[in-house]
Structures are given as structure tokens and as C-alpha cells.
């Protein structure tokens, strides 16, 4: 039994075979381990749509190994870096999943709230839905991620501030919202985890709603209730726009001072269909980049609103869309040395000191005064959530995609993931998925490999897999 256990302790430093946790920096996401500024190549991620969330029958996007091989692969072959996932449920086990995820190089980013009554809080009557067991279950979805390292941050709301009578009641809200999963995260995790806000693109609350976020009511950066990042869901480059006409120069200028990292929570505007992803070079060029922190375009599958990169059937076989190769086309184009391998600039910037002259916009709220936890949400905080449910990586042993995949062109692709080694983020390969031939072996993607080298690591990698194949026979 004692030789067992050694063994599994063995097997289970082998096989966490991970991403580099990333941290922040003032207004970047830097790698913890290389000190590299890390920008978001991502995807959101909502198969199904918000149908897809279906706690009663143990379902949400991240509970299928099978289905989110099937969409690692597309998404490694794709060359994206990062997730987001609006609806997961804290009582499901999605350690299958995000191990693969974290195995390919790709981060998550999750929003804690759903779409089913008090598991959000209420747009119109935040008060009441401000409770411990709302926030309860938003710990209990911190429980479930926070062992994983691709888990890159939590959104502690989304779009609930959409015009100026939001802007009046909800701002403290999401305040407090964030204080308390940041208090929960520094008491129950190993590391620390960012809280953020991801907000509509409305001219008239966007600024203000960042500004009463992003401020702090101590003087420096140890407020919990302020955000560590802040990102918007922007359409306004539609078809074949430009810098200026998109308003892409507003929003660098508006953001400029920013003391935490700002990115695109959702872009791709979809008129024009099919999209031609023309400011996927912008976002990720010099007039962006020292502001912004790159996005996630909307979205991986294609649902009933028309945003999707690749089309699925209800038997699970999938097929590529003109979206998706335009966008593998545009991310090919770019210089990762010059995105994800530079040192991060702007690692220190002084939050502004919350003040009621922050606040442009007459009728946004200027208090910043906030709601205090709720009592039995703060013996939550004290003394951990009573859930066995703490997600942890498991070994990722079945590479191989078993739906039926097709390109663009009608061929069916041969697809599997590549298990990158463990200090790698996914980059784009420099190939094209419809057009090219389709083997197992031009599908290994290029990755960003940093001082460690690549080999020893895929060697720990067969090392792993002989052990769990060792493992099995001594359990049998
Ligand atoms: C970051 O640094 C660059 C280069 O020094 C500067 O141009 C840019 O304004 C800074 N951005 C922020 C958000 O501070
Ligand atoms: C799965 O569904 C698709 C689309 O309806 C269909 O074209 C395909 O033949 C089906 N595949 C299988 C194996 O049933
Ligand atoms: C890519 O960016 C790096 C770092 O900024 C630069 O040195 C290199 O010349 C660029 N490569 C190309 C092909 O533009
Ligand atoms: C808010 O800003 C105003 C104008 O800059 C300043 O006079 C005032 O002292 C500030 N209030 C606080 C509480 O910092
Ligand atoms: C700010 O909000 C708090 C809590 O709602 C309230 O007690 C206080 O009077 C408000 N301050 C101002 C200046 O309105
Ligand atoms: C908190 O959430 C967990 C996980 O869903 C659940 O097991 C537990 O009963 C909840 N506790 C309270 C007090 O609501």
C-alpha cells in the first residue's frame, strides 16, 4: 500500500505536466515563471449556448472529456491561448477538461455566476440577491477551478452595468462582489487567482464603470473590492474597418493610465458574414498592445446568434467555418516573439484613489461606499465552503478525436491534441486546417518554448504515460 501511494505521489509529479500560472503586473498578465507578458489569443467557449448549462443532468461546457478533446484539438490547430466559459456549474467534475486544456496551452477564464435564479446577482433588485448563498455558490466555483493552473481568473460579473440606471444601483454590487471572492481566494487558495468585471461597450457607463472598479479607498493596490482586471465585450469593428472608424483610438486613449490589465471578454462583430477578423493585427499591434492585453473572439460554436467558428451536430461530428480559417488565417500572420515573448513594460502603476471626481457620467453612482458582506457569507469566507469538490488535474492519456471532424472544403480531418510540454502556452502553427493535408503528424503545433527545453519535457511526458500504463497493470 505505502509503495502504492509512492508511486501515485511519483505518478502525480510526472503528470502535471502544466502551463505557468500567470500573475499581474500593473497592467499585464506576465508569466509567473519566465516574467514574459502573456496576451490573450481566446475564444469564448459556450457549446450549446447558454442551453448548454444543465446542472439538474450533471452538464456544462466543461463536464464532456470526449467533447472538449474534440474542441482542444480544433482550438490548438487554431493557435488560441485561452477560454472563457460563462455558465459552469460548482457541483460538476471538470477535471477531464481542464486538463486537456491546460495540457494543449490554453488558459480558462470563468465567470462565477449562471443563468438559473440566485446565481447571478439581480440587475434590478441587486439588494436582495446579494445573499450568502449566492455567494456561496460563487466560492463553491472557486473550489472547483482553483487547484488548476490554466485557471487564469474568475469574472465576478458580466454586463450587469448596461446603461446609466444600472450604473446607479449596481456599481457597489460588483464592488462587493469582488471583495468577497478576492477575501475567499487569499484565505482557501495556494495562489492567488484574479477577480475581474467583463462590461458592456456602452459609450455612457464604459469609462465610469471602469474608473469606480478599477479605484482603490486604501491608497494602494491591497483593496479586495477593487478589480484586478477590467475587460469590455467590443463590436465595433465590423467588416473591413480601420483603427480610427472602429473607435479602437477612443478606447486606447480612454485607457491609457489603466492600473490593471484591459482586454477584449468578447470581439468579432458578424456583419459582414462570413468575418474576415481584419483587426485581429490591430488588436495585437503596436497602436494595442502597450494599453491592451489582447480578447476573445465570440464564439467557438456556432448557436442560433450567428457568432460561431465552427459548426456541431447533435451527433457530435463538427465542421469548420469560413470563420475559422479566416481567423486561423490572421492569427498565422502574427509575430509571437513580439507578443508573447517580451519582457512586460508597465508593471507598476499606482491605482487611482476612489473620489466621486472620478465619475463623469451624471447619475452613475459616486459612492463608494459598499454593501457589507453578508454574516453567513463571511463564516463562508472564514471557514471554507462545505464541498467536496476541488477540481485537480488528472493524467491526459487519450490524444486521439473520435467525432467526425471536416474542413471548410468537406474533408474529414485527422485530429489529435499534442501535449505540450509543461512551461508552453498554445501559439498559431503557421498552417492552414481546410487546405492543409491532414495527418496526425502536421497537426504538432509550434509552441513558445522558453530556457526549458521542450525534449526533456515530452520525454517526462512518455515517463508519464509508461507509469500510468505501469500503475494500471499493479492496480489490476
Ligand atoms: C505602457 O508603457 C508604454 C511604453 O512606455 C506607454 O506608451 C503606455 O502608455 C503605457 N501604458 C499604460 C497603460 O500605462
Ligand atoms: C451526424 O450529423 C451530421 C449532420 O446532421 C450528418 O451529416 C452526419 O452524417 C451524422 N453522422 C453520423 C455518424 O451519424
Ligand atoms: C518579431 O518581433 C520581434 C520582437 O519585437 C522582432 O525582433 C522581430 O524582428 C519581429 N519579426 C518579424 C518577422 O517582424
Ligand atoms: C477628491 O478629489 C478632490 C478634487 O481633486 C479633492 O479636493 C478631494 O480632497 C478628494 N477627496 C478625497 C476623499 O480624496
Ligand atoms: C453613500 O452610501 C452609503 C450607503 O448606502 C450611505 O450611507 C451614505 O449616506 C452615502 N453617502 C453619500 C454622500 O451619499
Ligand atoms: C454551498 O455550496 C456547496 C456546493 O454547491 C453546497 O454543497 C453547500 O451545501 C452550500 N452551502 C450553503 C450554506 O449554501
Known sequence: MFTQTLALLALYAH??????????????????????????????????????????????P??????????????????VNAIRVYNVSPDINHDECASIFNAVGIYMLLDVNAPFSGESINR??????????????????VEAFKNYPNTLLFFAGNEVINDVPTGANIPPYMRAVTRDLK??????????????????DVRDTLIDTWNYLQCTTTGDDSDPSRVDL??????????????????????????????????????????PSPRIFTEVPVLYGPLMTPVMSGGLVYEFSQETSNYGLVSIASNG?????????????QYNSLNLTAIQGSRAENTSVTPPTCNSTLILESGFNNNFTIPETPSGAQDIINN??????????????????SQVVQGTN?????????????????????????????????SAPAATTSKKSGATNLKITSCALLAVGFLAVILL
Request: hydrophobic share 30%; proline share 4%; glycine share 8%.
Open 183 to 200: 477575501n475567499y481566494i487569499a484565505k482557501h487558495s495556494t495562489r492567488s487567482i484574479p477577480v475581474g468585471y467583463s462590461a458592456a
Open 62 to 79: 466543461l463536464s464532456n472529456g470526449d467533447v472538449c478533446l474534440r474542441d482542444a484539438a480544433l482550438m490548438q490547430r487554431l493557435g
Open 124 to 141: 434590478g433588485d441587486p439588494e436582495s440577491s446579494y445573499t450568502a448563498s449566492y455567494l456561496n455558490r460563487t466560492f463553491a466555483v
Open 317 to 329: 461530428s463538427l465542421q469548420l467555418r469560413q470563420d475559422y480559417d479566416a481567423l486561423q488565417g
Open 15 to 60: 503528470t502535471a505536466l502544466a502551463v505557468q500560472p500567470l500573475v499581474i503586473q500593473g497592467s499585464n498578465f506576465v508569466n509567473s515563471v519566465t516574467g514574459n507578458r502573456y496576451q490573450i489569443l481566446g475564444v469564448a467557449y459556450q457549446p450549446g449556448g447558454e442551453a448548454g448549462y444543465k446542472p439538474q443532468s450533471g452538464e456544462d
Open 230 to 271: 477590467f475587460a469590455l465585450n467590443s463590436y465595433s469593428w465590423c467588416g473591413d474597418s480601420t483603427f480610427q472608424t472602429s473607435s479602437y483610438d477612443t478606447l486606447i486613449s480612454d485607457f491609457q493610465s489603466t492600473s490593471v490589465p484591459v482586454f477584449f471578454s468578447e470581439y468579432g462583430c458578424n456583419k
Open 410 to 442: 468537406g474533408q474529414t480531418m485527422d485530429l489529435s491534441i499534442t501535449v505540450l510540454a509543461d512551461d508552453q502556452s498554445n501559439t498559431p502553427s503557421g498552417q492552414t486546417s481546410s487546405t492543409a493535408p491532414t495527418t496526425t503528424t502536421s
Open 384 to 401: 471554507g465552503v462545505s464541498s467536496s469538490n476541488v477540481g485537480k488535474l488528472v493524467p491526459v492519456t487519450n490524444t486521439k478525436v
